[in-house]
């Protein structure tokens, strides 16, 4: 059961926004998508069972951490996350990412599993391939401000006309094309690590970065369980579909686990 309830917000960790929950039973991790912020997951704790902690990552370079330089390398995005959510060991780990999320998420999952052997026990992928059949991203380091822009527009990304106001522009632009930068250099093997736990990926039906067919090839990264679920809508259906997105995933997190 969906418990309604707010929360004082918890910034004071960087990399995590957080309505902190007492003794977590698991704690679900949520990674933005290319030129997003942690706010995009603003209202997802609020549908979430009890017991369920949601840690919406701050890439730097954005909001409270607008004074950081953006990181334009995964590798070095995806190991800064790893350290940081060593803190918040112990709960059992979901992650969802959506569109370069995606990636990002299943590059930290790696690492957390190769590294501790256990903690997670699901990945949620969103609007996006597996990493080494996507190419959405490729060759847009070439592409100058405008066409950045349009591309934005293309897949009608959440608040794209901020980019209208000059002011707005040169505030949100350097992370756009930091994020775009790191998935035009994302250049994962050919052979992907494969992930011990399930995946599920969700997208939208009518999505031209992400056609549905390409959410079956997660299954080549798994030993686990693999399953696709789609809503009707563009890139980002998730913002029109964001209750009944979040409450097929939060029926299916295992909350089962006794709190620390």
């Known amino acids: 059961m969906v418990v309604a309830r707010r929360r004082m917000l918890d910034t004071s960790d960087p ?13 679900l991790v949520c990674f933005p998508h290319a030129g997003g912020t942690a706010h995009s997951y603003f209202g997802w704790p609020d549908r979430m069972p009890a017991g369920v902690e949601v840690l919406a990552v701050q890439y730097p370079g954005r909001q409270n951490r607008f004074a950081e330089p953006c990181l334009t390398s995964m590798t070095e995005l995806a190991d800064a996350v790893t350290m940081a959510l060593k803190a918040y060991l112990g709960p059992p780990m979901v992650f969802f990412g959506h569109s370069m ?15 501790t052997g256990e903690g997670i026990r699901q990945l949620l992928v969103s609007g996006r391939g597996a990493p080494h059949h996507s190419y959405a991203g490729r060759g847009s380091r070439a592409l100058d401000d405008d066409a950045l822009v349009a591309l934005v527009r293309r897949l009608s990304g959440p608040d794209a006309e901020v980019y209208d106001h000059p002011d707005m522009r040169e505030l949100l632009l350097p992370a756009l094309r930091a994020d775009y930068t790191l998935l035009d250099g994302y250049d994962p093997v050919r052979q992907p690590a494969r992930l011990a736990f399930p995946v599920t990926a969700y997208g939208g039906r009518d999505d031209p970065a992400c056609p549905v067919a390409e959410l079956d090839s997660w299954a080549e990264v798994t030993e686990g369980r693999h399953e696709v679920l789609t809503f009707p809508g563009g890139h980002f259906y998730l913002r029109d579909h964001e209750a009944a997105l979040v409450e097929h995933l939060a029926g299916r997190l295992p909350v089962d686990a006794p709190a620390d």
């Open 15 to 27: 990399w995590f926004q957080r309505r902190p929950v007492d003794r977590p039973r698991l704690r």
């Open 101 to 115: 999320g995606s990636a990002v998420a299943y590059e930290v999952a790696v690492r957390i599993q190769r590294e």
